[in-house]
């Protein structure tokens, strides 16, 4: 594709209505890093192509290297070809960031690099007003450093404009670390400052289940214990802790998935119809969930909670290493690579519904998915009979990776004889929309321009939730070896957390989209 096709084609993607944002000045703290090369530079310029950047825009980049301004335009372009997700490359909206670029040199904790900044941004203020969001594409040790030493020179506070923060994850590492940054945070900043990401929120199919649940009149009057049997919330990955060795093993699948991606899932299915489509309406319905999953026991979180963790194994056909060999592993680590957990919702439209949750790496299938197995019906005149047993219909939202919706049910067999076939029902996003190539963080980092908070996370939200895996992390490092069984990589997982559904009369889902 020629880079006038590809403008033109950018143009017609559009995000459909939407207005550029108001125009600011974007810091971004770790400007060198893999996160801003590989997904916020790319969604810069994924906004750009759509239209959705503002005319006045300045973004500053922070970060520890010695780079000149066109060496660093170099690599982000090379980033943007790489993994924007589009085929062509829209030169005109990379000009329109390039030309805006700046870099400072300097360390996240010396006053002089935010001396620096104040006197750049000042320059600034004539095509972006006063209007700054800062970035934290850094290291969590370096969160609360740089939002006090921001407020020390007054760059968190403007008289003609908004100062907003977004907070990468992980967002502390237990309840105790994630209440003290909240603590931190909220010492200089209001809560309305905070941005606090987690990235599954902007995937559109993650966006998608509010739409699924509250557009439609058919699902909500059975959505509900009176009807659904349980559900499987599922996000299984095929790759391994690839360089990420020194940052895994102390966190481990429950922080690294749980308390975060995994919840937003739960929460967004199980919440109760927000009263408007606005941050704080639909954040406080997702919290009464957190607020209402029944607390583990010691004893619950070693009969309710299996972990495991990877030996060596075949994956894509070809072999692969075990947890323990991967690089910035201690060889005895007893860190869970994979964990599943029961977990109940005690309120009036979930009570004695189990929500299973798995999550896991180097397993046989790349697969995010909530699947909701509804009840049988309640009276069988064809069970097990000679026409064949009835099975369980389930609504499935496919995330990740080919996006869309099934349900499966039961219908008659062409013929003269009357017997029973399964039947799947498929809808596929791409059959039906253009969608368009994106990161990810597209409609994260514009929504925090236009100053919509739905998709962030609140801080009494993230403290409920790592309440809730505290007692399961808290045994887990107490018994350290025991109770840690092994999967071999490339499998769908430890039988014991079969084990888990089986005891409960129920099965997993195959990691097998068409099983
Ligand atoms: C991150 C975790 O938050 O999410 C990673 O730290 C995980 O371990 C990743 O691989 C999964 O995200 P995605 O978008 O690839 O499904």
Redesign the pocket.
């Known amino acids: 594709m020629d880079e006038r096709t590809s403008e033109a084609w950018c143009a017609k993607l559009g995000a459909g209505g939407a207005k550029p944002a108001p125009s600011c000045a974007i810091v971004i703290f770790g400007m060198g890093g893999d996160l801003t090369r590989r997904l916020l530079i790319p969604a810069l310029y994924n906004l750009s192509c759509w239209g959705l950047l503002p005319d006045g825009i300045a973004i500053v980049g922070v970060g520890h290297s010695d780079i000149g301004i066109d060496e660093l335009c170099t690599q982000l372009e090379a980033g943007i070809r790489a993994f924007s997700g589009n085929a062509g490359f829209n030169r005109a909206a990379w000009d329109r960031i390039a030309r805006n670029l700046d870099y400072i040199k300097g360390e996240f904790e010396d006053p002089a690099t935010y001396r620096e900044l104040a006197k750049r941004l000042s320059t600034k203020t004539k095509d972006t007003g006063e209007n700054v969001l800062f970035y934290l594409a850094v290291a969590e040790k370096f969160f609360a450093p740089v939002v006090l030493r921001l407020a020390d020179v007054g760059l968190t506070r403007a008289e003609h404009g908004w100062r907003r923060v977004i907070v990468e994850?992980?967002f502390g590492h237990d309840v105790a670390s994630a209440r003290a940054l909240n603590r931190t945070l909220l010492s200089v900043l209001s809560e309305d400052q905070i941005y606090r990401i987690?990235?599954?929120l902007g995937?559109e199919t993650v966006q998608n289940i509010l739409v699924v649940r509250f557009a439609n009149g058919f699902f909500e009057p059975i959505w509900n214990r009176d009807h659904i049997d349980h559900v499987q919330i599922t996000?299984a990955?095929t790759?391994g802790?690839e360089q990420?060795g020194a940052?895994?093993e102390p966190?481990g699948a429950l922080r690294?998935?749980v308390p975060?991606?995994l919840f937003q899932l739960l929460s967004l299915t199980a919440m109760e119809p927000p009263i408007a489509l606005d941050a704080n309406a639909v954040r406080s319905r997702k919290q009464d969930v957190l607020k209402t999953v029944r607390p583990f026991t010691e004893d619950d979180a070693r009969r309710y909670a299996v972990r495991a963790q990877y030996d060596a194994g075949v994956s894509a056909g070809k072999p692969v290493k075990g947890y323990r060999d991967e690089a910035r592993v201690n060889p005895h680590s007893t860190t869970e690579t994979y964990c599943a957990l029961s977990v109940l919702i005690d309120n009036w439209r979930w009570a004695g519904v189990p929500f299973y949750l798995r999550t896991g790496?180097r397993l046989t299938r790349?697969q995010?998915e909530i699947a909701i197995a509804f009840k049988r019906a309640p009276h069988l005149v064809f069970d097990d009979g000679p026409v064949g047993a009835t099975t369980t219909n389930w609504l499935v939202l496919h995330l990740?990776p080919d996006e869309g919706m099934s349900l499966h049910f039961d219908a008659k067999v062409p013929g003269p004889a009357v017997r029973l076939g399964n039947v799947h029902m498929d809808f596929l996003y791409k059959d039906y929309f253009h969608v368009a190539p994106s990161t990810?963080y597209e409609t994260l980092v514009y929504d925090c321009m236009i100053g919509d908070q739905m998709l962030f996370q609140g801080a009494e939200s993230i403290e409920a939730a790592w309440s809730i895996v505290q007692p399961i992390a808290d045994v887990w490092s107490e018994d350290r070896e025991k109770g840690l069984v092994r999967y071999s990589a490339g499998s769908p997982g430890p039988l014991e957390a079969d084990k888990l559904l089986e005891s409960e009369g129920r099965h997993w889902r195959p990691l097998d989209r068409n099983e």
């Open positions: 994850k992980p987690d990235h599954f995937k996000v990955e790759v802790v990420r940052f895994y966190t690294d998935m975060n991606h790496k790349r995010t990740q990810g």
